[in-house]
């Protein structure tokens, strides 16, 4: 089948470097990174009134993806990471390239650009959440049938993960040698490739001017070019994001402890009322837990289901969530 498709006639195919599948695919997950921060930060001027928002947000990044994405495809026949490296989609059909998607593969491309990365993040969380509570030796639930469950889905996550990673390196090698079109598994499945996009005709200041004097501007002139600027802002602002995210991991070997150690922090009065005791049920702590985004430290269940339930710490009222929830293994 792989041998079948490397060799492909109909509509000219110039084929891409598997370097810019890779940096595509790193383009789509820092914008996902960029929209849950900026969410973030929007919520933390009035996290009381707010705060719950952010335990959709995931759900409001599928919807702000589904938006991006089908216009994307509908416009240039790619995602939107994809058009920022000037790649485009075309059909493989009876080893022949497709100028255009069909509509089901366009609808089937929406789905797997917008799905896919939602629902892996999903099986993450849902994994990461029992390990830890599989951690603890009490454990909360001791149905055998719910065990098994858990059981099921971190194993379940893993196979998974490991399976879809070796199928890539597995398309990624047989895209290298030239024995396959298909660079990654998914755009298999679609019977879709990635080539270079053609070239786009954009209306320059001249021929604007031009048509503003001889008054044959029309109002689609006027809603290209409002395109053109909010696309351009945002690629524009992705590539900016791809910057610091490039520039904090050049930092990221900075030796710490070389660095100046600031004086620590004056003690409030209550963190001094809560010393040695959980500020939920007012007993020593037991499996000590520390909320990262406050500094409290906690009783495992007590701290585990309030952030479940009011998504904020109870004592400063900052919104958290199970993530900033980190065991502390005191004697």
């Not at 370097?19 to 001027?45: D, G």
């Not at 917008?114 to 001791?142: C, H, M």
Request: with cysteine.
């Amino acid at each position: 089948m792989a041998e079948k498709s490397a060799h492909l006639t109909g509509t000219t195919y110039i084929r891409p470097s598997i370097f810019e599948f890779i940096a595509q695919e790193s383009l789509a997950a820092t914008l996902e990174q960029a929209f849950k921060k900026i969410l973030s930060f929007l919520v933390s001027f009035n996290p009381e009134r707010y705060g719950h928002i952010l335990q959709w947000t995931d759900e409001a990044y599928l919807v702000f993806n589904i938006f991006i994405q089908r216009y994307y495809l509908k416009k240039y026949s790619a995602s939107f990471s994809e058009t920022f490296y000037d790649l485009k989609r075309v059909s493989v059909h009876k080893s022949k390239l497709q100028e255009k998607l069909s509509y089901k593969q366009q609808v089937l491309s929406l789905i797997i650009i917008v799905a896919f990365p939602y629902l892996k993040t999903k099986l993450e969380q849902l994994s990461s959440k029992y390990i830890l509570e599989e951690a603890d030796n009490q454990g909360i639930l001791k149905e055998r049938r719910q065990k098994l469950l858990r059981k099921c889905i971190i194993k379940g996550h893993s196979i998974i993960f490991v399976t879809y990673e070796i199928l890539k390196l597995y398309n990624y090698i047989l895209y290298i040698s030239e024995k396959s079109v298909y660079p990654l598994p998914l755009l298999r499945l679609l019977s879709v490739t990635l080539t270079y996009a053609d070239p786009q005709s954009a209306l320059t200041i001249s021929e604007l001017l031009r048509k503003i004097k001889y008054n044959t501007f029309t109002i689609n002139d006027g809603w290209d070019i409002f395109q053109r600027i909010i696309t351009s802002s945002f690629e524009l602002g992705t590539f900016f994001l791809q910057f610091v995210s490039w520039w904090n991991q050049e930092n990221y070997g900075t030796n710490i402890t070389s660095l100046p150690a600031p004086p620590p922090p004056e003690i409030s009065n209550v963190a001094q009322q809560y010393k040695g005791i959980c500020p939920i049920c007012c007993k020593s702590q037991h499996i000590h837990t520390v909320l990262t985004v406050s500094g409290y430290v906690f009783c495992y269940h007590c701290i585990l289901s309030e952030v479940r339930k009011n998504k904020r710490c109870p004592v400063t009222h900052y919104p958290a969530k199970e993530d900033d929830l980190i065991r502390l293994y005191i004697d």
